[in-house]
């Protein structure tokens, strides 16, 4: 049975590493060099909003630099998690539907742009290697994650407000 790596076991990570615990191989969370040829690569970072703290390096830093560090030493297919926020603006051009994976991206804030960045370092990267990729973008993990705030997890804090009989 093949093996993947899990290069970051944060919230996300941990539940896909509950899920299949024969099938990965959990990595230190600064590690650079996957111990199996599949690697499932979640390290991100999680919000807009280290900029507004006075934070400008930790999306580059966590998003790209380690991304960098990490894809010349994947042998196998690198599969990535990305976000539906890196369509921006673009995000709401369907009234009736959500963004659809052929719309334009136009993210906005630090986070957004270094995502759709690593998308294009990664597929740049993968078709100059001849490297097998896939890139999921995912949006509004609904988990029981305790640090899920209103940036975080906003639908899971609106669906506890409705359980609680709060308004939303």
Known sequence: MTKTSIMGVGFIGSRYRQLYPHETTP????NTEPKEDDVLFLRSTTHNYHPKQ???????????????LVLPNVRGVLNQTSSWF?????????????????????????????????EKLIRSYCEMEGKSY???????????????????????????KIVRGEDV
């Open 54 to 68: 006075g934070d400008l390096h930790t999306d580059i830093d966590t998003n790209l630099t380690h991304l960098a």
């Open 27 to 30: 990595e230190p969370r600064d």
């Open 134 to 160: 896939r890139i999921l973008r995912l949006c509004s993990v609904i988990g029981n994650d305790p640090r899920a705030g209103k940036q975080k997890g906003a639908i899971e804090m609106m669906i506890g």
């Open 86 to 118: 890196v369509y921006g603006s673009a995000a709401g051009i369907h009234q009736d539907t959500p963004a659809r994976e052929t719309d334009p991206c136009d993210p906005n804030g630090f986070y957004s742009v270094t995502k759709l960045t690593s």
